[in-house]
C-alpha cells in the first residue's frame, strides 16, 4: 500500500524527530542543539568563517558570537584571524572539541546499535533499505540554499541537534 505524500510527511516527521530526541536524550547533553551543530561542522569541515556558520545556522551574527563564545569557554573551539582577511574570523575545533565530539557520536551510536540489535532481522533490513531514500531526502533541503553544503551522515547530516 502507497501513502500520499502528504500522509507520509505526516507520518514520517515525528518518527524522525521523536528518534532523534530519544537517542540525544540517552547521550549526555552538555550542548545545545546549534552548539552541536556548530562543533559537529567545524570538526567535519574544519575552520570555518564566523559568517558562515551564522549563514548555516540561520542565525544572526549576535547569535553565532554567543554560541562560539560558549564553546570557547568549553575549550572545545577557538578563534583567529582569517589570513586571508584580517577583518574576518576563523572558528576551528580544538583537540578536546574534536575528542568531545567523536565521544558524544561513538555514544549515540552505541545506544542507537543496542536499540537496532532488539528489532528482528526483517525490521533492520527495512531501516537499511530506507537510508538511501532518507539522505536523498535531506541532501534535497540542501539543493536549493548556497549557504548549506551537503553534510557528511555521521550525525544526522550536518545536524548532530
Do not use: C, W
Not at 9 to 14: G, N, V
Not at 60 to 71: A, G
Not at 131 to 138: E, G, M, Q
Amino acid at each position: 500500500m502507497t501513502s500520499s505524500t502528504g500522509d507520509l510527511a505526516q507520518r514520517l516527521r515525528p518518527v524522525v524527530f521523536r528518534l532523534y530526541y530519544l537517542v540525544r536524550r540517552e547521550s549526555a547533553q552538555l550542548l545545545t542543539l546549534t552548539q552541536g551543530s556548530v562543533l559537529s561542522e567545524l570538526v567535519g569541515r574544519g575552520p570555518s568563517r564566523m559568517s558562515r556558520l551564522s549563514r548555516l545556522e540561520r542565525v544572526r551574527m549576535p547569535s553565532m558570537t554567543d554560541v562560539v563564545r560558549r564553546l570557547e569557554r568549553l575549550g572545545m573551539v577557538t578563534r583567529r584571524p582569517d589570513p586571508a582577511d584580517g577583518r574576518a574570523v576563523l572558528v576551528e575545533a580544538t583537540p578536546e572539541g574534536e575528542r568531545f565530539y567523536a565521544e558524544m557520536i561513538a555514544g549515540r551510536e552505541a545506544e542507537l546499535r543496542a536499540r537496532l540489535d532488539r528489532l528482528d532481522p526483517a525490521e533492520r533490513a527495512a531501516i537499511d533499505a530506507a537510508l538511501p531514500a532518507l539522505t536523498k531526502l535531506i541532501a534535497d533541503f540542501h539543493r536549493d540554499d548556497p549557504a548549506a553544503e551537503l553534510a557528511v551522515l555521521s550525525e544526522g547530516g550536518t545536524d548532530p541537534r
